[in-house]
């Protein structure tokens, strides 16, 4: 299978010059010099219509571009579907206040409005275990029930709370007084105005109870409005106390990719944990080596390690890395990796 290649950006421009170029995703960022943060332009993602316009497919010999489960479809793909965003919101460590939680999972929600394929994120405790409360509270922000989704259910329920005046404005003058008997529930209410007006709310209920079948239909809808985005552990990773736990712990949190340089300084320092990473992995979960792949070392990092997919910073040459890495990932890639 071909090797899955992403490049990390830090314009659109340039994310957009790297798949042309032949990576099959890119990761949006800024400050790589601070290791990446959040884009500053996360609105323009939203707001640029022509990012939703599909892309040609470049031509290798070696194929087209990866998704997971098929490694040459890139067909019918635009920009955003080929876009994850990294979200760190400052440099230093991966150690989070709640604020900084809760902003962001406001970039988050962000990045679905814009309908990008996937968001980059992780957190980590002080003693370096995975910081669960703050990755599940970015993970609902990803792939929980959105905003829109609950405006529309709680915009749902109000019709039928309309109707309830509107049915005592047929006997105005009697309704309220046959409401206070019927709130007291006293035996000497029964007077001939009580049974009637009692009566009459009776109907109205079953009116109001109409409209919720109307509400359901469109909770699929509001549902469809964003779908849910894909989840790559960062590189948190490598500074986490014990890598195979928290392995197994992504893993089962539904992440889909681990981006790592393997703990080591680099990717290639990081060989010997890559290899028991992708060996433990089983395809379960993507591992993308990460930091200080380059031309020189791609082949080995991917032929030592039978890592799925590399990740590599925008640089010139990118066409013939694409080339190479394709060649290279054919004869030593075997293990099929979930999805893009």
């Not at 980590?124 to 970015?138: K, N, S, V, W, Y």
């Not at 109907?203 to 409209?211: G, H, M, S, V």
């Not at 060996?279 to 032929?303: F, H």
């Amino acid at each position: 299978m071909t090797t899955l290649f992403e490049v990390c950006c830090t314009t659109i421009e340039s994310a957009q010059s790297a798949l042309a170029d032949g990576a099959h995703r890119v990761e949006l960022c800024s400050n790589l010099e601070s290791g990446g943060l959040t884009p500053i332009w996360l609105t323009r993602l939203r707001d640029d219509s022509t990012l939703r316009k599909n892309l040609q497919p470049r031509q290798h010999s070696m194929g087209q571009g990866v998704d997971f489960l098929n490694p040459t479809n890139l067909q019918n793909k635009t920009f955003l579907d080929r876009s994850h965003v990294l979200i760190r919101c400052r440099p230093g460590n991966f150690i989070y206040t709640q604020a900084e939680v809760d902003a962001m999972c406001a970039s988050i929600r962000l990045c679905r409005q814009a309908r990008v394929k996937g968001v980059v994120i992780g957190a980590l405790t002080p003693d370096g275990h995975l910081d669960r409360p703050a990755i599940e509270q970015m993970i609902h922000a990803a792939t929980g029930p959105t905003p829109d989704a609950a405006t529309t259910t709680s915009l749902a329920p109000a019709p039928s709370s309309a109707p309830a005046p509107s049915a005592p404005s047929a006997p105005a003058p009697s309704a309220p007084s046959a409401l206070a008997p019927d709130t007291t529930t006293t035996g000497p209410a029964p007077s001939t105005p009580a049974p009637s007006a009692s009566l009459a709310p009776a109907p109205d209920t079953t009116t109001t109870l109409a409209p919720a079948p109307d509400a359901a239909p469109s909770a699929p809808a509001s549902a469809l409005a964003l779908p849910a985005l894909t989840l790559v552990f960062h590189r948190a990773f490598d500074r986490c106390t014990n890598p195979m736990e928290l392995l197994e712990q992504i893993i089962e949190l539904g992440f889909h990719t681990l981006l790592t340089s393997g703990q080591g300084e680099t990717a290639e320092e990081g060989i010997p944990l890559l290899e028991q990473l992708v060996a433990q992995a089983k395809g379960r979960i993507c591992i993308m080596a990460g930091r200080g792949v380059t031309r020189q070392n791609v082949a080995r990092i991917i032929r030592e390690t039978r890592v799925p997919a590399v990740h590599m910073s925008a640089r010139p040459g990118l066409a013939q890395i694409a080339q190479e890495i394709g060649a290279v990932g054919a004869l030593h890639i075997r293990c099929i990796a979930p999805r893009l």
